[in-house]
C-alpha cells in the first residue's frame, strides 16, 4: 500500500555542559526509515541552555527538505520556550514578561527558523532514566564537550 506522507523523522537530542558556563557538548541522533546518523559538537564556553538549544537546531537543520519530526529532548528549557514562551518574546520584541531581554535570543532566532520549515512533534522525555537513545545522546554530548576541554587544556598549557 503506497504512502501519501513519509515516515516521520525521529530525532533525538541532548547538551551537556562541563562546568557551567564552560566547555560544552551537543549530540543529536537522527532515524529515518531504516537510516540512522549521529552528529555532535562543541563549543569551549558555552552554558548547558546554550547546548540544548545548538542539539536542536543542528537535528532540524540536518534535514535537506520539509519533513514531519518527532523530536525528543530531556530539556524542559528547549520544551517550555518552543512550546510556551517563544510567541510572546516574539510579540514582545524579544523581552521577557518582567522586560528583560531574552536569553540566549540568537540560538532561539535559529531555532524558530529551524522549526518553521518543519512540522514537529515535540516529546520531552526523563534524562538520565534509562531511555537508550537519550542515554547515547548524553554520552556523545559529553564526549563532544570533554575532548573541547581537553583541546583548550593544552592549547593554555602550551602559551
Do not use: F
Amino acid at each position: 500500500m503506497p504512502q501519501d506522507t513519509p515516515e516521520p523523522v525521529v530525532i533525538h537530542t541532548d547538551g551537556s555542559c562541563l562546568s557551567n558556563p564552560g566547555p560544552g557538548g551537543w549530540a543529536v541522533i537522527l532515524q529515518w526509515e531504516d537510516n540512522e546518523r549521529e552528529l555532535n559538537g562543541s563549543d569551549p564556553d558555552t552554558t548547558n541552555n546554550r547546548m540544548e538549544l545548538m542539539a536542536a537546531i543542528m537535528g532540524l537543520d540536518a534535514l535537506t527538505r520539509p519533513m514531519t519530526v518527532d523530536l525528543h529532548t530531556d530539556s524542559r528549557y528547549v520544551m517550555n520556550g518552543v512550546q510556551d514562551w517563544l510567541p510572546r518574546w516574539k510579540a514582545n520584541g524579544w523581552k521577557t514578561a518582567s522586560k528583560k531581554p531574552v536569553a540566549n535570543r540568537d540560538l532561539w532566532q535559529q531555532l524558530d527558523a529551524a522549526v518553521a520549515r518543519h512540522t514537529v512533534r515535540w516529546h520531552w522525555v526523563k534524562g538520565h532514566a534509562g531511555d537508550p537513545l537519550n542515554e547515547r545522546c548524553d554520552i556523545l554530548a559529553r564526549s563532544a564537550a570533554e575532548t573541547i576541554a581537553s583541546i583548550v587544556k593544552i592549547k593554555s598549557t602550551n602559551q
